[in-house]
């Protein structure tokens, strides 16, 4: 039984339609290899070649892995001790205050807007909808959420993802900012593909704290702005009768006048 000529797995009774130029390559070698050429007009060193360049890209990528994950270190003296570091993001709980990757701009937790968490074209995470003050009285420049970025064709096959990615939006004036985590083909479910999305979770779950303070924090302002509302109706009227009683004090209104509008103002 023919074998393949490179992990020498059984091409069974058909192993004709796995033949190349100099010997059989099965399916899973010759798509891993990523070769331009078809299978007939392609050598067994040609499927080689593939997919050494495959490992060397999974290499480099697993390094920028581990360095994505070494939170705290590799930045710890740029940034104080009350920011959290996850490379791409960055935030500080105790100054309500985020940074974004390739932007040098400090945001306050109330100029974000929303985010979401996209791969392969699918929402997979997104903000609830409450936002920051920023938004509130500010122009937007922009659908909220858009996501940028140049995008790829999705892939037929469900174990592979091409994108992974975080759009944020800031504001006052929306601004679009979207972090990559995988922007080539990766297997589902693979140990670089969980790495990435465990990365990308982390930011989101900093996100997801941002957006209940802000939430929290307009709750707050709201019922502050409630209990002013109620204590100012309610002296309006004593006000009122203040000025009324100098009235009657001085003659220019009779008491009669003066209790109709009593009653009127006291609601009784």
Known sequence: MKQCSI?????G???????????????DCYFKAKTKKTRKNVTVQNVKDGL???????ERELRSIKAAHNINQSNSTALSSSWKDYRYFSVSHSNKQFKIQKDDTVYNFDQLISYELVEDDKTITKSKGGVGRAIVGGVLAGGVGAV??????KTESTDVVTQLYITIVTGPIAKNHTISFIFSEV????FIYNAHMALARQIIAELKIIEKSNNDDMLQAQ???E????????SVPYEELKQLKELLDMGVITQQDFDAKKKQLLGI
């Not at 050494?52 to 999974?58: S, Y």
């Not at 940028?148 to 064709?153: I, L, S, Y």
């Not at 209990?227 to 309610?234: G, L, V």
């Open 7 to 11: 992990c020498k797995a059984d091409l």
């Open 13 to 27: 009774v058909f192993a004709s339609k796995y033949a190349c130029l100099d010997g059989y390559v099965c399916d």
């Open 52 to 58: 050494f360049n495959k490992k060397r890209t999974e």
């Open 148 to 153: 940028v970025g140049a995008t790829t064709g």
């Open 187 to 190: 297997k589902k479910g693979g």
């Open 223 to 225: 019922d502050i702005q």
């Open 227 to 234: 209990k002013n509302n109620q204590t100012q109706d309610i």
